[in-house]
T-cell receptor, first 110, second 116 residues
Framework: DAKTTQPPSMDCAEGRAANLPCNHSTISGNEYVYWYRQIHSQGPQYIIHGLKNNETNEMASLIITEDRKSSTLILPHATLRDTAVYYCISLKTGANNLFFGTGTRLTVIP | DTAVSQTPKYLVTQMGNDKSIKCEQNLGHDTMYWYKQDSKKFLKIMFSYNNKELIINETVPNRFSPKSPDKAHLNLHINSLELGDSAVYFC???????????????FGPGTRLTVL
């Protein structure tokens, strides 16, 4: 599975959009991009995943560049409860072994 | 209703003891996992079971033995506990990964193990 790199930390003002970048320059054609987050003292929580098209659900939007070498997770209106570590993970189709790197610690500021 | 539950939430024990952590999921999923999150907050997969069969076994000491009595349960038994086993252990479950790449894993609340 491709290695992903993320900034270690980011701040976002409450109510504003949080844009979390992820680089996955060695991603292969059959690898999906998954986003999970871990709120302090809780288990990780699935957010969204995509292959090459942009995706949106009730939690977030995922924008994947045309060359698939990077992606951005967008939380449209960040709240204090969105403060967490966000993990970008690439995973081959049919695989189960999620590899959580260091992630991005997002702090939403009042 | 709790989707993935673990017991106990906290476990404090002495070196050399044997302990078990239980996990249950009521989502009807085929696949269950154990992850370990160490003091540096790295989260690593340990085991994965699909329909009671072991499908992933990362480099984990054989003191750790998963047991799956049915597809809704995956327990983790640890023999001869060591100081380095202190960590938070998370159980998770997911539907069978499909060709569409769907692998949404649902995690339990974690069990904080402290070995003294």
């Amino acid at each position: 599975d491709a290695k992903t790199t993320q900034p270690p930390s980011m701040d976002c003002a409450e109510g504003r959009a949080a844009n979390l970048p992820c680089n996955h320059s060695t991603i292969s054609g059959n690898e999906y991009v998954y986003w999970y987050r871990q709120i302090h003292s809780q288990g990780p929580q699935y957010i969204i995943h995509g292959l090459k098209n942009n995706e949106t659900n009730e939690m977030a939007s995922l924008i994947i560049t045309e060359d698939r070498k990077s992606s951005t997770l967008i939380l449209p209106h960040a709240t204090l409860r969105d403060t967490a570590v966000y993990y970008c993970i690439s995973l081959k189709t049919g695989a189960n072994n999620l590899f959580f790197g260091t992630g991005t610690r997002l702090t939403v500021i009042p | 209703d709790t989707a993935v539950s673990q017991t106990p939430k906290y476990l404090v024990t002495q070196m050399g003891n044997d302990k078990s952590i239980k996990c249950e999921q009521n989502l009807g999923h085929d696949t269950m996992y154990w992850y370990k999150q160490d003091s540096k907050k790295f989260l690593k997969i340990m085991f994965s079971y699909n329909n009671k069969e072991l499908i992933i076994n990362e480099t984990v000491p054989n003191r750790f033995s998963p047991k799956s009595p049915d597809k809704a349960h995956l327990n983790l038994h640890i023999n001869s506990l060591e100081l380095g086993d202190s960590a938070v252990y998370f159980c998770a479950s997911s539907p069978r990964a499909t060709w569409q790449g769907v692998n949404e894993q649902f995690f339990g609340p974690g069990t904080r193990l402290t070995v003294l």
